[in-house]
């Protein structure tokens, strides 16, 4: 079940990004009457803090490929603070 919720969040992620960059068009076009706008720009920042969490929470699951001193190679999970 959980590779079915990864794929529901990659679909949800890029839905969402889609939407966002729509709204953006209309916007940048300034035909949209004021309410419409405000409502548009809400919905955008909306849809930001969702594509902000879905990223960061695809972050978390990156993983890095490590070569060890012997030579092999193994996984391990990402961090920003790693150095290698």
């Not at 960059?21 to 969702?50: C, H, N, W, Y």
Request: hydrophobic share 35%; proline share 2%.
């Amino acid at each position: 079940m959980a590779g079915a919720k990864e794929s529901t969040s990659i679909a949800d992620f890029e839905k969402s990004l889609d939407e966002l960059e729509k709204l953006v068009r209309d916007l940048e076009q300034g035909e949209l009457p004021l309410e419409q706008s405000l409502a548009a720009f809400e919905r955008g920042i909306k849809l930001t803090r969702e594509c902000q969490s879905a990223l960061k929470s695809a972050e978390q699951r990156v993983e890095q490929l490590v070569q060890n001193s012997d030579g092999t190679l193994e996984t391990r999970p990402f961090s920003a603070d790693d150095s290698n």
